[in-house]
């Protein structure tokens, strides 16, 4: 169902960070996993080439933010540069990546999967699954793939506008919405008094009430923040867009 519903998305105009976030939840529920991230190489940092690489969707079991250095660095690090699966069936028993396995066994991570995110023989970054306990035989470590490959797909395809531009450029754009995606979900629940999860519901849903995509709109309310940061209404981004009255009819 969420191979259908994903490959659905993509033959039409979709937004790319929600796309990203929907790879990450479908992987770490398919996978029965503890956490999930996308991470993506940044091809550039200030024009020199880079090997940074940054989480731009997560979903986690308990809802807390994704560790930065456990997806970024080690396993999910080598497939984004490598191109080719990592795995570790039990954390604590390989030799690799010390500092990694320092902070895995801090947050009581067990074992890992890190699956490339290829184009036309460009190396993207890494779809990265940890879980609580060990990889084991029962999880369809084809789903980890085949989301990756998905992810991909929509990264080279892309909206009308992506279509006519290189790859590397596609994860330039995702980089800067999703940073704006985060600051704007911030902004709703400090707003809102909510927590992360239920702000990004809430994004996604004035998005949808001001008619346009998620990315398009959290940054238009970061926009707003920027020019009148303690007003979070101002602008009207935080709130539905008004619904003018029906006509009335009058008979005589």
């Not at 009581?108 to 035989?137: D, Q």
């Amino acid at each position: 169902m969420a191979i259908a519903d994903l490959a659905s998305t993509l033959t039409g105009d979709f937004d790319l960070p929600v796309v990203m976030q929907t790879v990450a939840r479908y992987a770490r529920e398919g996978l029965t996993a503890y956490s999930a991230t996308v991470v993506l190489v940044d091809p550039y940092v200030l024009g020199a080439p880079s090997r940074a690489a940054h989480i731009v969707a997560e979903s986690v079991a308990d809802r807390r933010e994704a560790d930065q250095m456990l997806n970024s660095t080690g396993p999910g690090l080598e497939s984004a540069l490598g191109g080719a699966t990592t795995m570790m069936a039990e954390i604590a028993d390989d030799t690799r990546w010390p500092a990694y396995r320092e902070r895995a066994a801090l947050l009581g991570m067990r074992s890992v999967r890190a699956y490339p995110i290829n184009a036309l023989s460009v190396v993207l970054g890494s779809v990265v699954i940890h879980t609580s306990e060990p990889w084991g035989v029962g999880r369809p470590n084809g789903l980890g793939q085949l989301l990756a490959d998905l992810t991909a797909l929509a990264l080279t395809v892309g909206t009308a506008r992506e279509r006519r531009d290189h790859a590397s450029t596609a994860v330039g754009r995702v980089l800067e919405g999703s940073a704006s995606m985060a600051f704007a979900i911030g902004i709703i629940a400090a707003a809102r008094g909510i927590d992360p999860d239920a702000a990004r519901q809430e994004l996604t849903r004035l998005a949808r009430a001001h008619d346009v995509t998620t990315t398009e709109h959290a940054t238009a309310i970061v926009a707003g923040h920027d020019s009148a940061p303690g007003d979070p209404t101002a602008g009207g981004t935080l709130i539905p867009p008004a619904v003018p009255d029906p006509p009335r009819y009058f008979t005589s």
